[in-house]
């Protein structure tokens, strides 16, 4: 049997990626047809941009599927992704930390996010400056004030250019953060470990500059209709 077009552009898309990298499978507005027939090849972990999405999906779907919050979350949607999301990665001010971490006292379990760092020109695009961070991890007790969260590390978007430089040392200085958040010794433990960075158009500029996570979604699904 010849294999599938979406066979092919996943194939091409795992040879690109280390093994120490994770292959998030953006499936925002896909249908739940596209996402059991990637699953069937094997990929487990799917990232979803909206919240009625992704709470809406997540029954249709088998139980192992292993979901990521991607997009930008609003606090009033915020009870529309616990207990169905396994990691939020764009938590982008201390008022959304504040507003998960009350939820997840009420649930009675930790949730699990990333930081998201404004590294864009873009003002579109969100999350803390990196010198907000630098400040406010140098403050005792930072990530104890949100105790129902475990801090998994950042996340970011470069730029929207043809730069490649531009983007390559946007990634560069998200990792450089990176690794000062580790030395910094404000998030205690080994869970301070995820780099989530580049999409289809930019993931190896990302891996290169030590992304431990790739957001791709039109180069395994193909461009939308």
């Known amino acids: 049997?010849?294999?599938?077009?979406?066979?092919?552009?996943?194939?091409?898309?795992?040879?690109a990626i280390p093994a120490h990298v994770k292959l998030?499978?953006?499936?925002?507005?896909?249908?739940?047809?596209?996402?059991?027939?990637?699953?069937?090849l094997?990929?487990?972990?799917?990232?979803?941009?909206?919240?009625?999405?992704?709470?809406?999906?997540?029954?249709?779907?088998?139980?192992?599927?292993?979901?990521?919050?991607i997009g930008h979350l609003q606090r009033s949607n915020?009870?529309?992704?616990?207990?169905?999301?396994?990691?939020?990665?764009?938590?982008?001010?201390?008022?959304?930390?504040?507003?998960?971490?009350k939820r997840a006292q009420t649930l009675g379990r930790p949730v699990d996010v990333l930081l998201q760092v404004h590294i864009a020109q873009e003002e579109t695009k969100h999350g803390f400056s990196p010198e907000e961070l630098r400040t406010r991890v140098q403050e005792p007790g930072f990530a104890e004030q949100w105790p129902g969260l475990r801090i998994h590390g950042l996340m970011g978007m470069a730029t929207n250019t043809g730069d490649r430089a531009q983007i390559a040392n946007e990634f560069a200085g998200l990792a450089r953060l990176f690794k000062?958040?580790?030395?910094?010794?404000?998030?205690?433990?080994?869970?301070?470990?995820?780099?989530?960075?580049?999409?289809?158009?930019?993931?190896d500029l990302a891996i290169a500059a030590g992304s431990t996570m790739v957001r791709v979604g039109t180069a395994i699904f193909g461009e939308r209709d």
């Open 1 to 15: 049997m010849e294999p599938s077009a979406l066979e092919e552009r996943y194939a091409r898309v795992k040879a």
């Open 24 to 40: 998030i499978a953006v499936s925002k507005t896909r249908t739940v047809e596209e996402i059991r027939a990637l699953y069937a």
């Open 42 to 69: 094997g990929q487990r972990a799917f990232g979803e941009n909206y919240p009625q999405e992704l709470k809406a999906k997540a029954p249709q779907l088998p139980s192992d599927i292993e979901w990521h919050f």
């Open 78 to 101: 915020v009870k529309l992704v616990l207990g169905i999301a396994h990691l939020i990665h764009g938590v982008d001010s201390e008022r959304l930390l504040d507003e998960l971490n």
């Open 180 to 203: 000062e958040m580790i030395a910094s010794g404000a998030f205690p433990g080994r869970s301070f470990s995820e780099l989530s960075m580049g999409m289809t158009g930019d993931m």
